[in-house]
């Protein structure tokens, strides 16, 4: 029987838990706040302290994915054992379970549910696991369907053998330098979506994206593009409202936009990614075109909440950096109040607040970041207000509003110095709204 310690008791701790009894190993658990799990009563584990940790041996360690590198007892551990995240564990526990695979710093969550929703309107039972929902351990454990995986830069650093068929990277701008140490540690990360992949693979990469052209000759899979700014020679571009595929030489029309229920380039990139996925996969383009046009934007990603007096309320909590905020605020023409601000993760707002400039009327800024915001309003003219939270930002920016104007909750930011997640802002924000909407001039 093998021994195997999992370390951190979150969402796929706990997974991995389940999944590794079930099967028969002898599972130690170490988590600094944790101890009992009320999601574990009946499974087979042995809770263990500090001082006993490294007195066990390990065939491998399971490492929740938050838990940075530079943790002490992790670095303890890694000298003696070897350290591995519940994504690479699937890939050796279950490897003829069928998946696809997304990566990349922003839209990681709306891609992997459009391939998802894709699949399922298509008669294929899809889940999406990784990043997002359930653990994946658990759901690969119980479930027999296509698994869609969307990857974070904390499960991929520690993949080894983890190999997937079918995968696309999005793009890859500055992101979690706090945990990574340097952004040249998250960009490898990223790209070890790919480190396995041969020519009978696929990958699918962004055409605009720097750093991915930059690393193109590097990546051994068969490569499609996308592109919502430029023609491109194998992939999917758009050009006049219409999604096209080219390959080739031969090019043809997939659908047109504007009979899609999602707004703005960077969704139609997302789309572009779900649409090769599926289609590499084995869909036909007039499948996956039908699907499409049934997807909705998923909660707190660019999402409508409601409209009083003509003024627009957007939840974008999932703006959790510079790159994906700045997207977002490029889907609007109409005048912009931004609530802005939250944990610092160490990146420069420059670009956000620079995006926000073309035609922000009122940047609402709150948390850690607020002073570097601050300075940057000041330095390129931008009206700013500071507040405490966001009752009180909601409150000024529904007092501020006219008829036209778009309020829109995109941070760039982390949620984690006011809440424990984006999701928790996000709803905090929305209930604010049906709260105080009534107070709109």
Known sequence: MKNVLVYGLGISGISAVKTLSKMGYEVYTYDKNKKEIDELKGYDYSPISDCRLMEN???????????????????????KFEIISDIELSYRLFPD?????????????????????????????????????????????????????????????????????IGALLNITPDHIDWHGSFDDYINSKLNITKNQNSNDYLIINHEDEILQDKKNQIKANIYEFSSKNKIDKGL????????????????????????????????????????????????????????????????????VTEEK???????????????????????NDPL??????????????????????????????????????????KFEISYKIVENMEEAVKYAVSFAKS??????????????????????????KNLVNKYKGNIR
């Open 337 to 378: 109040i931004i609530i802005a601000g939250g944990y610092d993760k160490k990146i420069d707002y420059t670009n956000y607040v620079k995006a926000f400039k073309k035609n922000g009327k009122e940047m609402i800024i709150m948390g850690q970041t607020k002073d570097q915001l601050k300075s940057l309003c000041e």
């Open 57 to 79: 041996s390990y065939d491998f360690v399971v490492k929740s994915p938050g838990i940075k590198p530079s943790d002490e007892i992790l670095r303890k551990l890694a000298e």
């Open 97 to 165: 379970k069928k998946f696809l695979a997304v990566t990349g710093t922003n839209g990681k969550t709306s891609t992997t549910s459009m391939i998802t929703h894709i699949l399922n309107e298509n008669g294929i039972t899809a889940v999406s696991v990784g990043n997002i929902g359930e653990g994946i351990l658990w759901q690969m454990y119980e479930k027999d369907c296509v698994f869609v995986e969307e990857l974070s830069s904390f499960q991929l650093k520690d993949t080894y053998k983890y190999h997937p068929h």
């Open 404 to 429: 036209g104007d778009i309020i829109l909750l995109s941070p760039a930011s982390a949620s984690w110095d006011m809440y424990k997640s984006y999701e928790i802002r996000g709803k905090d924000f």
């Open 310 to 332: 003509n003024v627009k309320f957007y939840n974008d909590s999932k703006g959790t950096n510079v790159d994906s905020s700045v997207k977002a605020i490029e889907s609007f």
């Open 237 to 304: 571009y758009l050009e006049n409202d219409k999604i096209k595929f080219v390959e080739d030489g031969k090019t043809s029309e997939i659908l047109d936009v504007k009979d899609l229920k999602i707004i703005g380039n960077h969704n139609y990139e997302n789309l572009m990614a779900a649409i090769l996925e599926t289609y590499l996969f084995g869909l036909n383009f007039e499948e996956i075109a039908k699907a499409s046009k049934t997807f909705v934007s998923i909660e707190h990603r660019l999402e409508f």
